[in-house]
């Protein structure tokens, strides 16, 4: 059963930096690339970031190039998402999630290419 768990969130003033971690179990790892969403009340979900298997390449979202990064180790079955620079537009609850992928596949972006979710993590940036 894949299990994906995200932790970090919390609240922070506009201009500081939080660390998302995302733990993965009961899946290749490896094979996953995997993606960071987001959703703010009344919004859809929306795309933040992605990098893939080997974590060699990373996609962003519009809103978030320049701040975020987003980073892997497979050896602990962990991916990150740094955030700096945050403000008030990017309070959500984040997502983490899971897209089973062949090698050399481009980054995906939409949702519902992604098999597994975790269950949240709020952020929350005051001006």
């Known amino acids: 059963q894949v299990q994906l768990v995200e932790s970090g969130g919390g609240s922070v003033q506009a201009g500081g930096s939080l660390r998302l971690s995302c733990a993965a179990s009961g899946l290749s790892f490896r094979r996953y690339a995997m993606g960071w969403f987001r959703q703010a009340p009344g919004k859809e979900r929306e795309f933040v970031a992605a990098?893939?298997?080997?974590?060699?390449?990373?996609i962003f979202g519009d809103a978030v190039k320049g701040r975020f990064t987003i980073s892997r180790d497979n050896g602990k079955n962990t991916v990150w998402l740094q955030m700096n620079g945050l403000k008030p537009e990017d309070t959500a609850v984040y997502y983490c999630?899971?897209?089973?992928?062949?090698?050399?596949?481009?980054?995906?972006?939409?949702?519902?290419?992604?098999?597994?979710w975790g269950q949240g993590t709020q952020v929350t940036v005051s001006s």
């Open positions: 999630a899971a897209d089973f992928q062949l090698s050399g596949v481009a980054l995906r972006t939409p949702s519902d290419e992604y098999e597994a």
């Open positions: 990098t893939s298997g080997n974590g060699l390449r990373s």
